[in-house]
């Protein structure tokens, strides 16, 4: 069972996880990062890109510039909350997306990455995951993507929705008979398992919050 984050002394702030509870967070962030960097249509050349962006050599330049000038709108409904549109304009929209989108969905990416490294860190059994002062908005901004990702798939759109969600699956589970009941059923296994996921994510993130405060 999970234990919620806690200052420590020296300043580190530190949770207790299974190494269930890790491993699933630590995949859905992957599958987070894995989301944006494909609907994004990022390619593991972006670092290189930046580099070229400020060479000396004009061609390096204008070979940098061309390979940012399309940034793509997100076709995903959870990347579009994660990138939303800059401006009701569209030709500001675009310019908007073209100037900084990549650079905001690396960073993005990175801070999950963090996320990922620091639950590897704490090893593979039940453990202490341990954050330092540098590491507590990283871990913050990706458990929050990771929500809001997780909420475009359950379909809430606003507080109490979750509330409603449980109550509708709890009814549908009550009018089955008892033979459909003993049945598997993947889809609602699968969306009781993604609620648990978004309600563990919500309760360490609002721990660490209140550790820090």
């Known amino acids: 069972m999970a234990h919620a984050f806690r200052r420590r002394p020296d300043g580190s702030v530190v949770c207790r996880l299974e190494a269930e509870e890790k491993a699933i967070i630590a995949q859905v962030a992957q599958e987070t990062a894995d989301l944006i960097r494909m609907d994004l249509g990022l390619e593991s050349g972006g670092a290189s890109v930046r580099r070229a962006a400020t060479s000396e050599d004009p061609l390096e330049r204008l070979e940098a510039e061309f390979a940012v000038r399309d ?11 994660l990138f939303p549109s800059a401006s009701e304009d569209p030709a500001l929209a675009e310019e908007f997306r073209r100037l900084g989108q990549q650079d905001l969905a690396e960073q993005r990416i990175a801070e999950l990455k963090r996320l990922m490294a620091l639950l590897d860190a704490s090893g593979p059994s039940r453990s202490e995951v341990a954050l330092d002062d540098d590491d507590v908005p990283d871990v913050l901004r990706a458990l929050n993507d990771v929500r809001i990702v997780l909420a475009d798939r359950l379909g809430l759109e606003r507080d109490g929705d979750l509330d409603t969600l449980r109550m509708l699956q709890q009814i549908s589970e009550r009018v089955e008979d008892a033979d459909a009941m003993n049945e598997p059923d993947d889809q609602h296994a699968g969306g009781d398992v993604v609620i648990a996921v978004y309600d563990l994510l919500t309760w360490l993130q609002e721990s660490l919050l209140r550790a820090i405060d």
Request: no cysteine.
């Open 71 to 81: 940034a793509r709108e997100p076709s995903d409904s959870a990347v579009r909350k």
